[in-house]
C-alpha cells in the first residue's frame, strides 16, 4: 500500500493520510500537520520533524509534567480497611501467587500476555464477595475490562447508560437511585477524566476507543468502588 501510495503521489495523486503510526508518517508523508484537542497544533515538512519530535509535540503537556519531576513521590497513608491479600493462592491457572494491596496504593502485574495477570484479577473479583483459602478482600471491587468492545460497552446504549449500569445493578432491583446524583455524578466524571463527545447523552460508539476506555473507567467510579481491577486499560488507545 505505501509502495502504491508513493508512487501515485509522484504520478500527481494528493493523498489526506491519518495514522498515529508515526513510521508510516515518517516513511510516505511530505508535510505533517499534527492536531490535538480538535486544533492545529503543529504544521511543516517531513524534513522538519522525527518520530520524537512529534511524540514530544503529542503528549506535551505530559512531557512537561515529567521534565519538572523531582523524581520522587509522596506516600500516602494506607487505608487498612480496604484490601486484597493473596498469600500462595492457586487455582486452575494460577500457582502459588503471593502479594499484598491495601486502599492508597496502585498495584502493577506485569508479564508477557499469558502469564497469569488476566486470571489474578478475574479471581480477586469473583471472590471479592466470598472467602478463599489464600485470598482475602476487603472492600467493593469493580473491573475494567481489556476488552472493551466485547466485554465492556453496551453498544447500543448511551455514555450515561454505560456509566451508570454497574451502579444501578449492584443498588437491588427494587431499590429507587436519585436521578439526580447520578446526573452528578456522570457530569462529576464525565469532566473530570476530559471525554470527549458532545454530550453525555451522545452514544457511547460514537466516541473514538481511548474516549470509550475512559467511559468504562468512569463506570467503576461512579459505582464507588474501593478496589478497581484494570485489565490492560490502554490496549487500543494510541
Known amino acids: 500500500l505505501q509502495d502504491y501510495l508513493m508512487k501515485t503521489a509522484r504520478e500527481g495523486m494528493t493523498y489526506i493520510y491519518i495514522s498515529h503510526r508515526l ?10 500537520f499534527i492536531m490535538q484537542n480538535g486544533n492545529l497544533k503543529w504544521e ?25 519531576s523531582s523524581g520522587t513521590t509522596t506516600a500516602l497513608p494506607l ?25 492508597g496504593q496502585i498495584l502493577g502485574l506485569a508479564g508477557l500476555e499469558g502469564s497469569g495477570q488476566l486470571e489474578v484479577l478475574q479471581e480477586i473479583f469473583r471472590m471479592a464477595s466470598k472467602h478463599k483459602k489464600g485470598l482475602d478482600v476487603q472492600g467493593k471491587v469493580a473491573y475494567v475490562a ?13 455514555i450515561t447508560d454505560n456509566q451508570v449500569i454497574t451502579k444501578a445493578a449492584n443498588s437491588g432491583l427494587f431499590k429507587r437511585l436519585s436521578k439526580k446524583w447520578l446526573e452528578d455524578s456522570v457530569d462529576y466524571w464525565y469532566h473530570e477524566l476530559h471525554i470527549k463527545s458532545d454530550g453525555p447523552e451522545a452514544p457511547i ?17 461512579v459505582a464507588g468502588a ?13
Open 146 to 158: 481489556g476488552d472493551r468492545k466485547k466485554e465492556g460497552i453496551f453498544p447500543l446504549w448511551s
Open 205 to 221: 460508539v460514537s466516541l473514538s476507543g481511548g474516549n470509550q476506555q475512559k467511559v468504562l473507567i468512569a463506570r467503576a467510579l
Open 79 to 103: 487505608n487498612k480497611d480496604v484490601s486484597v491479600r493473596c498469600d500462595g493462592y492457586s487455582s486452575q491457572n494460577l500457582r502459588s501467587v503471593s502479594f499484598e494491596a491495601w486502599g
Open 226 to 238: 474501593d478496589i478497581i481491577l484494570l485489565d490492560d486499560p490502554t490496549r487500543g488507545v494510541d
Open 44 to 68: 511543516g515538512g517531513i524534513s522538519d520533524t522525527s518520530e520524537e519530535h512529534m511524540v514530544r509535540l503529542m503528549g506535551e503537556s505530559i512531557g512537561a509534567d515529567m521534565n519538572t
Open 23 to 32: 513510521k508510516e508518517i515518517t516513511t510516505i508523508a511530505n508535510r505533517v
